[in-house]
């Protein structure tokens, strides 16, 4: 699904990821850890192709196509969805448009005609109802007033709408109470699917009691610098990240 290789970027000149190799299966959910300023928000939008980071060596596939050489558009197209940590509010847009033109862009890429407005309102109150969000959140502006856990609800409902190949969730779970965060392991749950992957990137090995990881890699200081089953965790939970950080300063 996924095959990055020594993948290095940098945000204003200062190089940030330092040769990052990953591979993803199709149906797997790897959950990526690290300490605070690992790079781990940096990869997430280096594969989405934001602005402000510059790659300056390595690959990164979706499929077999190379994800660097395309806009963020072209990417979301192929399938490719990133959950912010922090969402942005678009006031004067309501959710149901902004939610219709992306799924229609992504249909359109796939061939497939637009949903017709009757037909699309009647599948996102279906899914409003599944992430339990009310469906006036269909009429309000984009995140606008939205509270943390209404933003995530509506993340959720937005990758339920789209079926992404590869989902990439970054810190979806900070700042959640418990009820919201049990939407987005149930959300994530009900998505996984022989032919769709997920990233999962979270400080909190509780959010990983919902959804159970296929692997965890810990991300420090660029790069991949411990991979291992959910065990590995439980055992970061105890112990922390220095003692990966310190190896990967030795080694590297
Ligand atoms: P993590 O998500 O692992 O906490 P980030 O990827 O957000 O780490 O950040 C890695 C490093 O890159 C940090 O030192 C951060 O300050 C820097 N960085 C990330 N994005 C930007 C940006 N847009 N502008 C300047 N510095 C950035
Ligand atoms: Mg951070
Ligand atoms: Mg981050």
């Known amino acids: 699904m996924l095959t990055i290789k020594d993948l290095k970027a940098s945000v204003e000149n200062k190089e940030i990821l330092k040769g990052l190799n990953l591979d993803i299966k199709p149906g797997e959910i790897h959950a990526i850890m690290g300490p605070n300023g690992a790079g781990k928000s940096t990869l997430g939008n280096v594969l989405a192709g934001r602005d402000d980071y510059e790659v300056t060596g390595g690959s990164a596939e979706l499929e077999g196509k190379n994800l660097l050489d395309l806009d963020p558009e072209e990417r979301a197209r192929l399938g490719l969805f990133l959950a912010f940590q922090y969402p942005v509010e678009i006031p004067g847009v309501s959710n149901l448009e902004f939610l219709k033109a992306s799924v229609d862009s992504v249909r359109a890429a796939q061939g497939k005609d637009a949903l017709d407005s009757v037909s699309f309102l009647k599948l996102a109150r279906a899914k409003c109802k599944l992430v339990d969000l009310d469906q006036s959140f269909l009429k309000r502006g984009v995140n606008e007033g939205f509270s943390g856990g209404e933003k995530k609800r509506n993340e959720i409902m937005q990758m339920m709408l789209l079926e992404p190949k590869l989902c990439i969730l970054d810190e979806t779970d ?79």
């Open 174 to 252: 900070s700042g959640l109470d418990i009820d919201a965060l049990q939407v987005v392991a149930e959300g994530v749950n009900s998505l996984r699917d022989p032919n769709r992957s997920f990233i999962i990137v979270t400080h909190y090995q509780r959010l990983l009691d919902y959804i159970v990881p296929d692997f965890v890699h810990v991300l420090a200081n660029g790069k991949i610098v411990k991979s291992g089953g959910k065990e590995l965790a439980l055992e970061l939970e105890e112990k922390g990240y220095s003692w990966l950080e310190d190896a990967a300063e030795n080694g590297a």
